[in-house]
């Protein structure tokens, strides 16, 4: 189990950028770690993650190529970077952990096992 806290989120207009971080416990270095969100009434969506030492990063189709998820691992800390926003980019955003050790590319949430208790983002058009 790894502890995360997410910090970051706010109100932005359409089109602005917001950077989320996630701050986690010491043994936040040995997991693929990823970023998730759940828009009002709806289920929680795969957005962005990462491998174990930062080379491999994977995107949700609908948000590849404006949203960049990085980690450093000396901090014990992640990002989300988000750029261009959009409205139907609000919702509230997790940062979570793999399942396991072995996850090595987690992409949907049964792969994540550990979530901090999220920070909302709200894009207004």
């Known amino acids: 189990q790894v502890q995360l806290v997410e910090s970051g989120g706010g109100l932005v207009q359409a089109g602005g950028s917001l950077r989320l971080s996630c701050a986690a416990g010491?043994?936040?270095?040995?997991?693929?770690i990823g970023w998730l969100r759940q828009a009002p009434g709806k289920g929680r969506d795969f957005v962005a993650g990462?491998?174990?030492?930062?080379?491999?990063?994977w995107y949700a189709a609908s948000v590849k190529g404006r949203f960049t998820i990085s980690r450093d691992n000396g901090k014990n800390t992640m990002y989300l970077q988000m750029n261009s926003l959009k409205p139907e980019d609000t919702a509230v955003y997790y940062c979570?952990?793999?399942?396991?050790?072995?996850?090595?590319?987690?992409?949907?949430?049964?792969?994540?096992?550990?979530w901090g208790q999220g920070t909302q983002v709200t894009v207004s058009s």
């Open positions: 979570a952990s793999g399942r396991n050790v072995l996850v090595a590319l987690p992409s949907t949430e049964n792969d994540f096992g550990s």
């Open positions: 010491r043994t936040f270095i040995r997991y693929a």
């Open positions: 990462i491998s174990v030492s930062g080379g491999s990063t």
